[in-house]
């Protein structure tokens, strides 16, 4: 039974107030912590503690001083599910009102909005100042966003750090960008898998997966026999880092914790807002080397449209 908002919280030896918020763990899709008044701060309870939840009461198996040591509920690091997509979830949770139950804020996005007060300002002041110098500074950033793509082939990682087919394994590389002056060198991770028979008919149902250049010309071909697929790091809705976890009904997944986008190991979209499945990148075996073409697609659109 799902502890009701206004019910009263008993520790073991005393009652200590009222259930105010639920908060959700948006990958389990389970109650991760009920928020309790207690005289006037709200107490960020773990669910792990909850002995016992009936109609108007929630018991739980510590006592009151121990719960004043758990954390207190700070409203900005949490949204409530109106704000995001969590699929399904509204179904599971019953006679909740908005804004009585929240989300974590995915780390990515956690103080944008106090920072963007400062982030506004400094940037205003920065334009007035830098307007009559910018010009030059401008054209010479500008102009490489006009080059054609990187079609370079970068080591991607061995062929023998992967595991049995259809088990992925996120890989790490490390890329240089120029950009304009600068030139920098990232850290970035794709999902490698070697590919099964079954895995090989859906990724490659619709032939060969080809890649182009801007100008509409195939840079590379992955053909069906290929051993390995390689998957974009990258979530297609909006770019969130997605990870490879079971899912109490699909089994296996990929699993995008930002909005729940939950694709299976063929990349395709079981449940969530992505509007494609996941982007397959160029990949090449050279020996023991896995080798790709490090590509990038813009999030949010049904068809793939190549940015970089
Ligand atoms: Fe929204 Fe992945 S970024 S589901």
């Known amino acids: 039974m799902q502890p009701k908002i206004t019910a009263t919280v008993a520790c073991t030896d005393r009652q200590v107030g009222e259930v105010t918020r639920l908060i959700i763990d948006p990958l389990t899709q389970q109650i991760s912590h009920v928020a309790i008044d207690a005289g006037g701060v709200d107490i960020l309870a773990p669910a792990e503690l909850i002995a016992s939840v009936s109609e108007h009461e929630v018991r739980l198996r510590c006592t009151s001083a121990e719960l004043g040591r758990f954390e207190r509920l700070r409203r900005d690091d949490f949204v409530s599910i109106e704000e995001v997509e969590i699929p399904h979830l509204e179904r599971r ?61 970068l080591k991607f990682g061995r062929i023998d750090a ?38 090989r008919e859906k990724i490659y149902a619709e032939g060969d997966i080809e890649f182009r250049d801007a100008n509409g010309e195939v840079v590379w071909t992955n053909s069906k026999e290929a051993e390995v697929v390689v998957f974009s790091g990258k979530c297609p809705h909006l770019g969130c880092a997605y990870r490879w976890r079971k899912h109490r009904t699909f089994g296996q997944t990929f699993i995008c914790p930002c909005h729940l986008s939950i694709f299976d190991p063929a990349g395709k979209v079981l449940d969530g807002p992505s509007p494609r499945p996941l982007d397959v990148l160029p990949v090449k075996v050279a020996g023991n080397e896995i080798q790709i073409i490090d590509m990038e697609f813009k999030a949010g659109k049904a068809e793939q449209v190549r940015i970089v």
């Open 93 to 153: 949770l019953h006679g909740v009102r908005p804004g009585e139950v929240l989300v974590p804020v995915p780390a990515l996005e956690k103080d944008v909005t106090r920072r963007s007060f400062f982030t506004k300002f400094t940037a205003a002041i920065g334009a007035v100042l830098a307007l009559p110098l910018a010009f030059p500074a401008l054209r010479y950033i500008i102009d490489p966003m006009y080059l054609p793509f990187d079609n370079s082939w």
């Open 162 to 199: 992967l595991r049995e087919p259809g088990v992925p394994q996120l890989l790490k590389f490390h890329k240089t960008v120029k950009e304009g002056f600068l030139t920098r060198e990232f850290e970035k991770s794709h999902w490698a898998m070697r590919v099964s028979p079954e895995l």
